[in-house]
Structures are given as structure tokens and as C-alpha cells.
């Protein structure tokens, strides 16, 4: 049971759980709701469908059996395997062995593991016990076929709380108001400003110009954010690139330049609807699409030369910025 799956969890509830009890009922995070909710005293509706189960009869030693008929390996909404008490029907390739002794049969479907005597999946018992792959293909076409692939017929929706409220206060960054804007035009590579002196772009248009003269080929030229939300321009095999991350992940948008040589002004814009432009000296200006605006005012400095946090952009292996930036400006409608 790999990638994060074969986890223990502890429990701890003096007068309610058996001190040192134990139990190998197979179970996930999506059964903590139902439990929590018969442990309150409530009980699960009907509809939405809820494919947790209530572990409360494990936890308090009044039952020693699984609640759920299997237990399901989703990637996506793509199924890969199912397990039911010892079994596990892998019904996906695997990308390699889960242990350097496995067989080589990764890609054979289906393989059939018991877990009881071999944790490492190193056996296909599929063809000894057929009648348990049968039961398994069967619970396994039902659920793919309800949740599962590009048609499913009855995908759970997604919850929706009305009117949320974090448990704890989230501290926002300082107010535009509360501290004077620094003159970005006076700043020099390897300077920093806090966010909240630095420019207020949450959810605006914004306009990035400044004129750069340097040897490097790669390097950052001003980075303003992190790995949630930001923007950036630097420099990559010589190309000007222009970044704008509007979330975790993937959600990097970047358009680039034709390689440049000397001394150069540059400007990059970004449009509330995401509409991105970059002119760099004489070029042809490009143009590209992120999905919106940088959400969010950036928690992290404003930096010329250099990116001082978790980097806004994918930057290839920088070099700390030399030469001159000068006339930076950020400006917003």
C-alpha cells in the first residue's frame, strides 16, 4: 500500500479508548467526519453521499471489523487499486517495483497482493486465487463506474460552508496606508522592501518598467512574492521573462523576450482579467493569458536583483544580479 496510503493514526481518549488497543481495520481521513458526527451525536444525511464510515464501534473496541466493504486507490479520478481485508487487485500499471525484490510484472493487470504475508508487494498471487480477483473486479467496475473517469455517474459535489470562519485569526499583511511607499526608482540590486511599503497590486492591473544593463544571461531583475501569489521579470538564456503566479502549484504564467544584448528598457503589464504584455527595447511586444490578476497583496519584500523567499517563478539556476537596473517603476490604475 504505497504512496502515503500503509499511515498510522493514534488515537487518545482516557475512559473511552482501551489504553495500548490496537487495530489493523483499514481505514481513511474520509471516515473522520462520520465518526466525529455519530461520536456528537448527530447522524450523516443520506444525500450528499458520503463514502466515509463510522469508526467509532473500532475505536471503542465494540466491533473489530472494517465498516466499509473495500477500501478504494484513487489518482485523480482515475482508480487504481482496491483492497478488501488481506487483498489488495492493483488494476493500474505502476510506475516501477515498490521494493527492489518485486517481481517484474508492474504492468501486468491485475495483480493480486496479500498484504498479510507480503506487505511488499512482491508476489502475484492473481492466478492461485481467481475467485478473489473476480469479487474484486466486480466492487472495482462499480465504484469506477459511479465516481470514476471522464463520465462518472454520480460524482460527489464538492462542500460548501456558508459564510466560513477560519478557527484561528489569519494575520494579513500590514495596510498600504500604515506605511510609506518606497521609492522604488531609488532602489539598487540586492535591495529589499517590506509588502506592505512595497506596490499594492492585490487584484489590479499593474505595469512593470525599468531599464536593465547586465552580462549575466541568468538572473532575477525584481521578484515580488512567493509560491501563492506574485510576479516577477528575470532573465533566462538571455531572454527577459515575465512571471505572474496567481496560485500553488502550476498556476505560473510567463511570456518571454527575444535575447538581449546591452542596455534595455523593459516593460511587462497585466490586466485584471490577465491579459499579459512584454516590450523589451525594439522588440515585437508578446503577449500572454494568466488567469487573473495576482489575487492577493504578496506577504513577502519586493526585491531588485534577487528573490529572497519562496521564488514566484520557476527560475533556472540564477546568478546574484550584476550591472545596473535603473528607472524602476510599478504602477496600478
Known amino acids: 500500500m504505497g504512496g502515503g496510503v500503509r499511515e498510522p493514526t493514534l488515537a487518545w481518549w482516557p475512559g473511552k479508548i482501551a489504553a495500548k488497543s490496537q487495530s489493523d481495520v483499514v481505514a481513511g481521513t474520509i471516515d473522520l467526519l462520520p465518526t466525529f458526527v455519530t461520536i456528537a451525536g448527530g447522524r450523516v444525511p443520506a444525500d450528499p453521499v458520503i463514502d466515509g464510515r463510522d469508526l467509532s464501534p473500532v475505536l471503542f473496541g465494540t466491533g473489530t471489523e472494517s465498516p466499509r466493504e473495500a477500501h478504494y486507490y484513487f489518482n485523480g479520478y482515475n482508480l487504481q487499486a482496491i483492497r478488501q481485508g488481506p487483498w489488495k487487485l492493483a488494476i493500474a500499471p505502476q510506475p516501477e517495483s515498490l521494493t527492489a525484490g518485486a517481481t517484474d510484472d508492474t504492468k501486468t493487470n491485475p495483480r493480486l497482493y496479500n498484504l498479510d504475508t507480503d506487505i511488499g508487494e512482491t508476489t502475484n498471487v492473481a492466478d492461485q486465487h481467481p475467485d478473489v480477483v473476480r469479487k474484486l473486479q466486480a466492487l472495482a467496475a462499480k465504484m469506477n463506474e459511479e465516481i470514476g473517469g471522464n463520465a462518472p455517474k454520480a460524482r460527489r459535489p464538492a462542500g460548501i460552508v456558508t459564510n466560513p470562519k477560519p478557527l484561528y485569526q489569519i494575520e494579513e499583511a500590514p495596510a498600504a496606508t500604515n506605511a510609506k511607499p518606497a521609492a522604488l526608482d531609488k532602489l539598487a540590486p540586492g535591495d529589499t522592501v517590506r509588502s506592505a511599503a512595497g506596490p499594492q497590486i492585490s487584484g489590479k492591473a499593474l505595469t512593470v518598467s525599468c531599464r536593465v544593463e547586465t552580462d549575466l544571461r541568468d538572473t532575477v531583475i525584481i521578484a515580488h512574492g512567493g509560491s501563492a501569489a506574485g510576479y516577477a521579470l528575470y532573465l533566462k538564456e538571455g531572454r527577459v521573462v515575465f512571471a505572474v503566479r496567481t496560485g500553488q502549484g502550476d498556476a505560473i504564467t510567463e511570456v518571454h523576450s527575444e535575447p538581449i544584448q546591452g542596455s534595455v528598457q523593459i516593460k511587462a503589464t497585466l490586466g485584471r482579467d490577465g491579459a499579459m504584455t512584454l516590450t523589451v527595447g525594439e522588440q515585437a511586444g508578446v503577449t500572454g493569458k494568466a488567469p487573473g490578476s495576482v489575487p492577493r497583496q504578496p506577504a513577502e ?33
Open 301 to 333: 519584500d519586493f526585491c531588485v536583483g534577487h528573490d529572497n523567499g519562496q521564488p514566484v517563478a520557476r527560475y533556472p539556476d540564477v546568478k546574484p544580479f550584476k550591472g545596473k537596473i535603473t528607472d524602476l517603476k510599478v504602477t496600478t490604475p
